[in-house]
């Protein structure tokens, strides 16, 4: 093995327009970013009415930012899990109806040397004749690239190293270059028709590489996401987190359900994503200015084809399961939720001129106008919160009216909750209600949901100041 690094033999995809290009490339702002802006300064003006109203009317209207919330907040969940029901119901088992493809399975990789064993041993087994496996080792400080080395015996070729006992098996060792880079030097290493993103931590389940297969085997599927499981596996309070999570990651994949039923889905984590290659190539592949790379590509990619006059074809691969590592203590929880929201925040005002644009179908006149409401929906809740909280502290009695409202709610989110559980048992096959998962139901509003709004008003922090450190930190969790 050669000591030090040389310069890799790709810094990016060759004959492709630069990613400030295709980042210009997005619908012009004139129109659809006046309707984000004004969509967005309609809320933000609103959440500052309710909020001084907590100060200058008496009760129960004082309480018009919780009542704000609590209505638009249940009327979205509802249709949300009205439209994830559906597509439930009308989801099989996908089923070849053409060639299987080959894949190409590529892994950005930093200091990974304790989760990438296990998944690369996975992706041995699942692996078929014209199937590629290439991981980028992102400049590891840790004995990551060593243990490659050991395993695999790779033989290299300047940067990129090959295993004679594993064939379908590639390294490419780089200095530290970020995720995006590490991804786009990658992909024209590798030549199969579908390319897949897994990350290190991220462990399929036996059969999740032929669920891919069969999914793409239908030429109308040209993204796609498995169905991701978190588990926790660091922290004290792995089992507090452990239990919320799983519960957010079950209504968060429905939901996933919904919006590909609605042809709107925008949200593919790229810890277990599928792309046929054509695609990635036409955008320019990951965006490596961008601090939610999976999610941006998303946008692009619907933008790409609303330029053809067409609707992306973006589907949950429901049989192809994986498990994720998730943050199992407050300060990585934290941390996880304030790059996500940030990333979020970045991505929706860089491509606002999708919001509310006919061109992009539903996604640009629903989907993506909810998602702008959203931007601000956590501080609404975290506001509400903070407020109640105030004032049974200093001794405050809650009018009838709100304690109704607080009750009705509640009945109304765990009638939800248990109903989501029961659709996606009947979905995935996962086990049923349990005690726990009763009495956290219960307890998420007050012991979780404050610290997912708390994570996206740090989002807002880290985003208005231009200062998030984007390393990635083990475990990192994905959605």
Known sequence: MAAGFSTPPFTFIPTLPSMETVSTAVFST?????????????????????????????????WLVGVTYVAYESWLTGRLFASSRRAVLAAAQSAAIGEAPALAVLIAARNERSGMPATLAELARQVRAGDEVLVVDDGSTDDTLAWLQQTYALEWKGDLGRSPSHPFLSVLRQVNRGKARSLNTALPL???????????????????????????????????CGVLHPLCQHGWSRWFFGIFQGLEYRRSYLCRMGWMRDRTLVLVSGAFAVFRRPLLEEVGGFDPLSKAEDYELLFRLHHAAAKRGHVLGAVVISDARAITDAPGTVRQFLRQRT?????FIE???????????????????????VKTVDLLLPLYGLLAV???????????????WILVLLLAKLAYDLGLHLWSMALHRRW????????????????????????????????????????????????????
């Open 428 to 479: 995935q096959g996962t086990s049923g209600l349990t005690f726990g998962t009763f009495i956290a139901t219960l307890l998420e509003p007050i012991a979780f949901q404050p610290l997912r709004q708390l994570g996206a008003a740090y989002g807002w922090i880290a985003f208005l100041r231009r200062r998030i450190d984007w390393a990635p930190q083990r475990p990192t969790g994905k959605s």
């Open 339 to 343: 790059r996500w929201f940030a990333g």
């Open 190 to 224: 590798t030549s199969a028709p579908v390319v897949m993103t897994i990350d290190a931590d991220t462990l399929p389940e036996a059969g999740a590489l032929d669920a891919v297969r069969r999914s793409f085997s239908d030429p109308a599927v040209e993204v796609g």
């Open 386 to 400: 903070t407020l109640l909280v105030a004032y049974l502290i200093t001794g405050g009695v809650i009018h009838a």
């Open 347 to 369: 991505t929706m005002v860089r491509h606002r001129g999708m919001v509310g644009n006919p061109q992009c179908g539903r996604l640009g006149t629903y989907h993506l106008l």
């Open 30 to 62: 004139a129109a659809g970013g006046t309707r984000f802006w004004w969509l967005f300064s309609l809320v933000l003006v609103l959440l500052l009415v309710v909020a001084a109203a907590a100060f200058l009317l008496p009760q129960p209207w004082s």
